[in-house]
């Protein structure tokens, strides 16, 4: 069912999501093929910490789910993703306007293909980084998602599949 969401509907979806909207991020463009997606925060009074810069967790939310929904929209639907694991390494107070550009590429999707080719799992990294209106970054983001193809279902002995 998600795979069949356009790009332009799923943006919308997710600006209006709780979360998003109560933290202030805007998500700026997804890619009709969603392999690129950029999303925005503006320092406001409700997003900063106490000593008024961008608050951790809402530059974390930023990246959050793009990586995983970006396998989900590019592999078939025999493939099991989920978000793994996250790191996040503050570089510099985020104050003002900051932004994070998410790439999946056509080397991540080959590699992911290839080592989940025989069943296998594939914990994949990406990498990409928060940076402020001066392209200086604030924060740099890692997260490891899970990739495995589905299993067939085991059937009952003597039985095909189909079969009731």
């Given at each position: ?59 974390f939310a930023m990246t959050d789910p793009f990586f995983m929904l ?34 999946l590429t056509g080397e991540d999707l080959a590699q992911i293909r ?36 589905r299993r067939a279902p085991a059937t009952a002995p003597g039985r ?5």
């Amino acid at each position: 069912m998600a795979r069949k969401i356009p790009a332009r509907l799923l943006r919308w979806g997710i600006n209006l999501w709780p979360p998003y909207l109560g933290a202030g991020i805007r998500v700026q463009r997804i890619s009709a093929d969603f392999r690129e997606v950029e999303v925005e925060l503006p320092l406001r009074w409700y997003n900063r910490n106490y000593v008024g810069s961008h608050f951790g967790g809402s530059l974390f939310a930023m990246t959050d789910p793009f990586f995983m929904l970006m396998l989900v929209h590019n592999l078939d639907p025999d493939y099991l993703v989920w978000d793994r694991q996250a790191a996040i390494d503050f570089v510099a107070p985020g104050r003002g306007r900051v932004r994070a550009q998410m790439r999946l590429t056509g080397e991540d999707l080959a590699q992911i293909r290839a080592c989940t080719a025989d069943g296998d799992k594939h914990l994949h990294l990406f990498r990409t980084e928060i940076v402020d209106a001066e392209a200086l970054v604030v924060a740099r983001v890692e997260k490891i998602v899970y990739v495995r193809r589905r299993r067939a279902p085991a059937t009952a002995p003597g039985r095909c599949r189909g079969q009731a």
